[in-house]
């Protein structure tokens, strides 16, 4: 008899209702890719919870197991490229977008999608970080580049409490940086000063510079995860020279601008993508987090271990946004 593994199914059950299910599946309905991968570890992000209450951006077609992130070992590699028992990492790309996600004990990938797992790091430890950690080592880099040093000033870091958003304010904490945390749950303060935040301000902060065309200088850079009207009022709040890496849409994915902090204050909007990344990039990025950017123990402060049966709650409580952390899905 053909064998079977659990994952996780997303169905549109009636028009525009989507519901989650744990489920049975045979390895003859993955996608015929090369690399057979039986995933240890997997991880809740804000583009799983999308796809699985059925944004058609993120995912075409139903039924469909979401994941964006898998770390496992290796089961069969048909490339030849990887041995059996191989520990692999895989991020983005297309997987649990319209392939067959990490939300599944297993999956099956082109080899070209995976990294081995870099030394240092357990399975674990990577999918607390998975791509929300990528993704914010990303935007820190960006900001380094651009010129950031911790003696320019404050850095604001926008939906502080959600995975991109807590590793980068830990993250930017251990490079020396004072982190101001914008966060629509106060009452999570003692989380992100514990993750190292030099302070916590109410999202309710920034609504009032809506109504300006800028504001004054408050920040010297910053890393939006936020995008929609959240972004510009942070780039109308940046000092001279400043800039922000921006890489989320939380809020919505629309911005009206102008361009005065541009043309007044030189600031800079740096885009992030973690998904197409090339390997070798996404490889380098992942070797500083195995390495000198290995956040040790504010690791175990920003994950919520849970199981494959649990994943459809933990969804739909990143989809209202009241996600904390990072939630790593436990198959080992
Ligand atoms: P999470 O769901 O973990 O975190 C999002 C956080 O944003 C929430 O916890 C909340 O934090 C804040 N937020 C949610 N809704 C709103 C709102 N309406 N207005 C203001 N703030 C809000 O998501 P991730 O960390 O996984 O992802 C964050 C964003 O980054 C997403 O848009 C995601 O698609 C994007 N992303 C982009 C990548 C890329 O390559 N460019 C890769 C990974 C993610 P709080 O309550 O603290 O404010």
């Known amino acids: 008899m053909e064998k079977t593994f659990r994952a996780i199914r997303v ?25 057979l991968l039986a995933v240890s570890h997997s991880s809740l992000n804000y583009k799983d919870a999308l796809s699985a209450f059925g944004n058609r951006a993120i995912t075409r077609e139903y039924p469909h197991t979401p994941g964006i992130d ?27 977008m319209n392939t067959s996600g990490g939300l599944a004990e297993r999956i099956a990938i082109p080899e ?22 990528l993704t914010a080592a990303l935007c820190v880099e960006k900001l380094l580049e651009a010129g950031a040093k ?33 966060t629509g749950k106060l009452e999570s303060s003692e989380f992100l000063t514990d993750l190292g935040a030099w302070k916590v301000l109410d999202r309710e902060t920034l609504v009032p510079f809506a109504s300006k065309a800028m504001v004054k200088p408050l920040w010297a850079w910053a890393v939006d995860t936020v995008g929609g009207e959240t972004l510009f009022n942070v780039i109308k709040s940046l000092a001279y020279g400043g800039g922000v890496a921006a890489c989320g849409m939380a809020s919505g994915a629309q911005f009206q601008a102008n361009v005065f902090p541009f043309i007044l204050r030189g600031v800079s909007l740096l885009g992030v993508d973690s ?25 175990d402060r920003l994950a919520e271990d849970i199981s ?10 990143l989809h209202r946004g009241h996600g904390i952390g990072r939630y790593v899905v436990d198959m080992a």
């Open 11 to 35: 169905e549109e059950v009636a028009a525009g209702k989507y519901d989650q299910q744990l489920v049975e599946r045979r390895l003859g309905e993955l996608p015929d890719n090369p690399l």
């Open 70 to 96: 898998a770390v496992g070992s290796v089961v069969e590699d048909r490339s030849g490229t990887y041995s059996p028992g191989d520990q692999l990492l895989v991020t983005g790309y297309d997987l649990g």
């Open 150 to 182: 911790p003696e320019d000033g404050e850095v604001l870091v926008t939906g502080a409490t959600g995975g991109v958003g807590s590793i980068a304010v830990s993250l930017l904490a251990k490079l020396g940086f004072r982190v101001a945390a914008v």
């Open 275 to 299: 998904v197409e990344l090339p390997l070798g990039k996404k490889t380098a990025v992942w070797e500083k987090l195995a390495g000198d950017w290995y956040i040790g123990k504010q690791l």
């Open 112 to 133: 070209g999608w995976a990294l081995p797992l870099p030394g240092g790091l357990s399975a674990r430890e990577s999918m607390i970080l998975g791509t929300a950690g």
């Open 308 to 317: 494959l049966e649990q994943a459809p709650e933990f969804l739909a409580r």
